[in-house]
T-cell receptor, first 111, second 115 residues
Framework: DVKVTQSSRYLVKRTGEKVFLECVQD?????MFWYRQDPGLGLRLIYF???????EKGDIPEGYSVSREKKERFSLILESASTNQTSMYLC??????????FGPGTRLTVL | DQQVKQNSPSLSVQEGRISILNCDYT??????FLWYKKYPAEGPTFLIS?????DKNEDGRFTVFLNKSAKHLSLHIVPSQPGDSAVYFC??????????????FGQGTTLQVKP
């Protein structure tokens, strides 16, 4: 079974803080993705990576950066958290262009 | 510009009846379509997919229909069960032009199945 884990289920941060969200997958997948889910907007792609040290912007990259130093780990960084980044953050991985498998999500609240 | 649209935010059906969830897309390059199911406080889980070379794919109680000319797909759940109550996301990919597996998701439809 594919397993995608995310470092925290719930996180509360203050405006201006630097926030790290970690994602680890155990299936040797090349591709990894970060999404945010907001009511009425579905899942929107923030960044994705198709190989170690490679990254591409998704549809809403502003205010975020990512890091992929190892194949199994993909980190999302909020350089200076803002209240409009309060959301559910979902990580996913896939083998090439195959089905994406999602982690349980991190509910981030920025006060 | 919403390339994948689920125009019904919610749907309520009686247990045992059919649930039909709809999805429309605008990009003719999309050639692979998926449905995901999401319970609250959990990540989406893959449900069923269909390639553009087919017009129907069936897996147990779940069937996906694809109408390429109308750029429309639908998910049928028969019979519906209370455990099917969740948010359903439609997603599309352009596999022939990209091997990264990038998906475009719809807004989601919340299905409630009443006992």
């Amino acid at each position: 079974d594919v397993k995608v884990t995310q470092s925290s289920r719930y996180l509360v941060k203050r405006t201006g803080e630097k926030v790290f969200l970690e994602c680890v997958q155990d299936m040797d997948h090349e591709n990894m993705f970060w999404y945010r889910q907001d009511p009425g907007l579905g899942l929107r792609l923030i960044y994705f990576s198709y190989d170690v040290k490679m990254k591409e912007k998704g549809d809403i990259p502003e205010g975020y950066s990512v890091s992929r130093e190892k194949k199994e780990r993909f980190s999302l960084i909020l350089e200076s958290a803002s209240t409009n980044q309060t959301s559910m953050y979902l990580c996913a991985s896939s083998l090439a262009a195959d089905t994406q498998y999602f982690g349980p999500g991190t509910r981030l609240t920025v006060l | 510009d919403q390339q994948v649209k689920q125009n019904s935010p919610s749907l309520s059906v009686q247990e045992g009846r059919i649930s039909i969830l709809n999805c429309d897309y605008t990009n003719s390059m999309f050639d692979y379509f998926l449905w995901y199911k999401k319970y609250p406080a959990e990540g989406p889980t893959f449900l069923i997919s269909i390639s553009s070379i087919k017009d129907k794919n069936e897996d147990g109680r779940f069937t996906v229909f694809l109408n390429k000319s109308a750029k429309h797909l639908s998910l049928h759940i028969v019979p519906s069960q209370p455990g099917d109550s969740a948010v359903y996301f439609c997603a599309a990919s352009a596999l022939k032009s990209s091997n990264t597996g990038k998906l475009i998701f719809g807004q989601g439809t919340t299905l409630q199945v009443k006992p």
